[in-house]
């Protein structure tokens, strides 16, 4: 199903929810909702549901206004940030739910209900359980009946709050993937709301990024990530270095080299630089590449070793530099705690300061 | 109810089902053992209570009467067996909701665990 969302603006008293959101979400997409707590994000998924309803603008499924239909038929199946499991219901009961609630022409009968139920417990890798209560679950294994029973009524929409946010890292890494493989042969349009950046950028096909109500940018996650087109998209999307430097003339100055920049007026301008592309050398090196080379020496104040990297923090003229260095390097430059070294810096990307 | 929060309805909704579904089927099951408590402790003070029903209602024979109240009558009138019968009944009865309330206590204590697990 498309959908479509104009203008869409909401206030809860006097806080401005959303602002004029507009987005498109095409057949079959994949779209990750990235975005800081209190950005609206969830919001916007609940008036998808039908939970939440707009002040102004308008939800489009398919080219027709969705607001106004009953939720029952919206087909959309919606995973609640942390499942509401009907507690006192076995897994069978919670995922035959959607089925045995609807009105009796409609309704499959028991022995149907009951195959479709076992074919979604398969699916899910739950196979035998249906005879438990949510409570003897684990995490990973409640979020799967939440899905199961999402997608028990067929929809053509799935609506995925947080969905891996109460889970621990291994078991959201593989749940991710496994989500991935389900969507793709499913033909359904998925949207899914999260704070996590790398989550979003894994699992999406698009990522829409939210702040303060509004939608600060939307395009692949290649595309957010090599092109973020405001500042507050590159702080968030990975850690930041930030350097203060000035435009002029369409050129900005770091360190010791000049970059063009396009579409910035002349004027004090930041630059970012993410801590992988922060490259350490020895100071007496003299054999420099084209990488923008800081003119003084920093000095090591912290290395931190995490299996293949290194997290060096580096402090300059008063100011934190995080680099992030494979063993190698760190190894070679025999870095650590109070020794000294040159750093130059990789693609940066800079923006006009505020 | 509170502390369960709405997200189980807002499910059921997404769901389809209706107001009277979700009733029957979502909240009223999640809430019964606190419900049957909450009768439960209400039929046992209705059962035992003396002076109000004595000093407020005015005490009607035969329109605003309680077990207690009965006892007093008979008691005063001299019909000591059907008294002490009637006291019989009105302990037996306390203890009857004594251990009822036990059961119920106990598991709304495991459906208060439950809840909170998920």
Not at chain 1, 67 to 92: C, K, T
Not at chain 1, 232 to 256: I, M, P, Q, W
Not at chain 2, 12 to 19: C, E, F, R, Y
Not at chain 2, 52 to 59: N, R, T
Request: include cysteine; glycine fraction near 10%; proline fraction near 5%.
């Amino acid at each position: 199903m498309r959908i479509a969302v104009e203008q869409l603006t909401k206030r809860f008293g006097a806080t401005l929810v959303l602002d004029r959101v507009d987005l498109e979400i095409g057949e079959r997409e994949f779209l990750g909702l990235l975005g800081p707590s209190g950005s609206g994000k969830t919001t916007l998924l609940r008036m998808l549901a039908g939970l939440e309803f707009a002040d102004t603008g308008r939800v489009l499924f398919d080219g027709a206004e969705a607001q106004a239909l009953p939720i029952a038929e919206r087909q959309v199946g919606m995973v609640f940030q942390h499942y509401a499991l009907f507690g006192h219901m076995s897994v069978f009961n919670n995922v035959a739910f959607g089925l045995k609630v609807r009105p009796r022409p409609s309704r499959p009968p028991r022995n149907e209900i009951a195959e479709r139920v076992e074919r979604l417990l398969h699916l899910v890798q739950l196979d035998g359980l249906g005879d438990r209560f949510p409570g003897q679950l684990s995490g990973g294994q409640r979020q799967r009946v939440a899905l199961a029973r999402a997608l028990a009524t067929e929809p053509k929409v799935l609506l995925l709050d947080e969905p891996f946010g109460a889970l621990d890292a291994k078991v959201r890494v593989e749940l991710r993937r496994w989500l991935r493989d389900l969507h793709d042969p499913t033909g359904l349009t998925t949207i899914f709301v999260t704070h996590d950046q790398e989550e979003a950028l894994a699992l999406a096909d698009r990522v829409a990024i939210m702040a303060a109500g509004r939608i600060e940018q939307v395009g692949s996650p290649t595309e957010v990530y090599e092109g973020p087109q405001s500042p507050f998209v590159y702080d968030f999307l990975g850690r930041t270095n930030a350097f203060d430097c000035v435009v002029e003339n369409g050129g900005a100055r770091l360190g010791d080299k000049a970059f063009a920049v396009d579409g910035l007026p002349d004027g004090p301008a930041i630059a970012f630089v993410r801590p992988h592309d922060v490259v350490l050398r020895v100071p007496e090196n003299t054999d420099l590449s084209e990488d923008a080379t800081l003119p003084d020496a920093a000095a090591v104040r912290l290395v931190t070793v995490l299996g293949p990297k290194a997290w060096v923090e580096l402090s300059y003229k008063g100011q934190v530099i995080a680099a992030e260095i494979g063993r190698e390097p760190l190894e070679e430059l025999r870095l650590k705690a109070g020794s000294r070294c040159t750093v130059q810096l990789r693609l940066p990307c800079f923006f006009a300061k505020r | 109810m509170d502390s369960q929060g709405t997200s189980q309805e807002e499910a059921a909704v997404v769901l389809g089902a209706s107001g009277r579904q979700i009733f029957w089927r979502v909240t009223l099951p999640n809430i019964k053992w606190g419900l049957l408590y909450g009768v439960l402790l209400c039929n046992g003070r209705a059962i035992g209570e003396f002076g109000a029903v004595a000093v407020v209602s005015a005490h009607i024979i035969g329109l605003t009467n309680t077990m207690p109240l009965h006892i007093e009558v008979l008691y005063n009138d001299y019909a000591f067996a059907a008294a002490f019968a009637v006291a019989s009944l009105l302990t037996l009865m306390a203890l009857v909701t004594l251990a009822i309330k036990t059961v119920l206590e106990w598991r709304l204590g495991t459906a208060v665990g439950a809840a909170r697990a998920h």
